[in-house]
């Protein structure tokens, strides 16, 4: 009994969602670095971020993302998560985190509210007609 409730919490714990944390590798280490730490509105999965054409997360499960040593200045970033993409220009300083809150949408529930918006004009317009 004990093993199961063991394999049980488990797969819960490697279910959940985990702060993922990168660097990016710099070519200059003289040059000053910033820090960018993604927060989504929800736990999110295959999320996938490119800093300045440079993929640094790949198909995590997340509800935050930090990527450390990240060159100063403006900074291009594409992110990808529940199947909705964004990409946006920012500016990376080297005196504190930026923190960037993003809302994403919900995992697959789209197409079952589309589903069931539609059963339910059908049923009222043949209940109308």
């Keep these: 009994m ?3 409730v063991i394999a049980l919490l488990c797969c819960l714990v490697l279910g959940c969602a985990h702060d993922h944390h990168v660097s990016m590798v710099t070519t200059d280490p003289a040059m000053p670095t910033g820090t960018l730490v ?4 929800q736990p999110a999965t295959d999320v996938s ?4 054409g440079h993929l640094v997360a790949q198909a995590e499960k997340t509800q935050r993302i930090q990527i450390d ?4 200045g403006t900074t291009d970033v ?6 909705a993409d964004r990409s946006f ?3 990376i300083g080297d ?3 930026v923190t960037m809150p993003l809302g994403i949408p919900d995992q697959s529930t789209g197409f079952l509210k589309t589903l069931l918006g539609s059963l339910i004009t ?3 317009y043949s209940l109308l007609h």
């Design 78 to 83: 594409v992110l990808v998560a529940n199947g």
């Design 122 to 124: 059908i049923v009222v």
């Design 2 to 4: 004990t093993n199961r």
């Design 69 to 72: 040593d990240i060159p100063v």
């Design 95 to 97: 005196e504190s985190p």
């Design 49 to 52: 971020v490119a800093v300045n």
């Design 89 to 91: 220009r920012l500016w």
């Design 38 to 41: 993604l927060l989504f509105s």
